[in-house]
Nanobody, 123 residues
Framework: QVQMVQSGGGLVQAGGSLRLSCAAS????????MAWFRQTPGKEREFVAA????????EYADSVKGRFTISRDNAKNTVYLQMNSLKPEDTAVYYC????????????????WGQGTQVTVSS
């Protein structure tokens, strides 16, 4: 059973930066595609970024492209989301997710989830 524990997040002013971390245990982390999703009240969880198990491929939502960077350290079983130039519309609960196989954009494709962490960007 894969468990994932998130850290980071918090309150930041617009234009600022935050880094989220997600540490996995209980599985072969290096074989999982990893992703970040986010959710605001009343809305469906939306795709933010993903990285292949080889770290050779990354995908981003258009809304974060050029501002967010996903990365992973397989030696530490950890995936990161570096968020720069944050905007108020980035305010959400952010979730990390893992799946075997290829990167997917759809939340239903992911088997394992972190507990979620709040990111609040003030204007």
């Amino acid at each position: 059973q894969v468990q994932m524990v998130q850290s980071g997040g918090g309150l930041v002013q617009a234009g600022g930066s935050l880094r989220l971390s997600c540490a996995a245990s209980g599985g072969t982390f290096s074989r999982y595609a990893m992703a970040w999703f986010r959710q605001t009240p009343g809305k469906e969880r939306e795709f933010v970024a993903a990285i292949s198990w080889t770290a050779g491929g990354t995908e981003y939502a258009d809304s974060v492209k050029g501002r967010f960077t996903i990365s992973r350290d397989n030696a530490k079983n950890t995936v990161y989301l570096q968020m720069n130039s944050l905007k108020p519309e980035d305010t959400a609960v952010y979730y990390c997710a893992a799946k075997t196989g290829l990167v997917q954009y759809f939340q239903d494709a992911y088997s394992y989830w972190g507990q979620g962490t709040q990111v609040t960007v003030s204007s």
